[in-house]
């Protein structure tokens, strides 16, 4: 079946710091979605890309979906200590999850 | 809306005994996904239904598991017997459509079988 790779697996960051993480699939997307899981809750949806090579931004949140259809990045300006939490690329239908992004920030 | 809702938030039960979980998907969504979530798999998904259809349920783990949606507001997912590697997070997720398009999560329900 469809596999997403994550990478990393966890960051520690300091306060103000950009964060970056990608994902590869081992076959190609239609969608690329990113969510972020906080502690006790679900999945929530923070960006989603449906065109190969396009870029979107949510506030200091910036995805892009790769040209070849296989692999997306989310970028994180000036990390916040709320943007702590899990990150999850997902994809095409139904979705299919990669194993997640920890995040940590440092005050 | 409401969002996506689940009950209970929380389940403990013990082996043997038959576990329910409920959705309610948000209103106007026309497919249901059922997802489990364990720290060693991540999110896995386990059944989706489109138009209260089930659609594919390779990934429902044995036959002790199953999954219905009598209607468009609702569906369970029922665990029987349970047993201890049952234990996880699960979540339902609804969608306007199947096709490439976002889905919304509901607060999942976790499950310690003991």
């Known amino acids: 079946g469809q596999q997403l790779n994550q990478s990393p697996q966890s960051m520690f960051i300091q306060e103000g710091e950009d964060v970056s993480m990608n994902c590869t699939s081992s076959s190609i997307f239609n969608t690329w979605l990113w969510y972020k899981q906080d502690p006790g809750e679900g999945p929530v949806l923070l960006i989603a890309?449906?065109?190969?090579?396009e870029l979107t931004s949510n506030g200091r949140l910036t995805a892009q979906f790769g040209i070849t259809r296989k692999d997306s990045f989310l970028n994180i300006s000036a990390s916040i200590p709320s943007d702590v939490g899990i990150y999850f690329c997902?994809?095409?239908?139904?979705?299919?999850f990669g194993k997640g992004t920890r995040l940590s920030v440092i005050a | 809306d409401a969002g996506v809702i689940q009950s209970p938030r929380h389940e403990v039960t013990e082996m043997g005994q038959e576990v329910t979980l409920r959705c309610k998907p948000i209103s106007g969504h026309n497919s249901l996904f059922w997802y489990r979530q364990t720290m060693m798999r991540g999110l896995e998904l386990l059944i989706y239904f489109n138009n209260n259809v089930p659609i594919d349920d390779s990934g429902m783990p044995e036959d002790r598991f199953s999954a219905k949606m009598p209607n468009a507001s609702f569906s369970t997912l029922k665990i029987q017997p349970s047993e201890p590697r049952d234990s996880a997070v699960y979540f339902c997720a609804s969608s306007p459509w199947t096709a490439n398009t976002e889905a919304f999560f509901g607060q999942g329900t976790r499950l310690t079988v003991v």
């Open positions: 890309l449906y065109k190969a090579g």
């Open positions: 997902s994809g095409n239908t139904p979705l299919v």
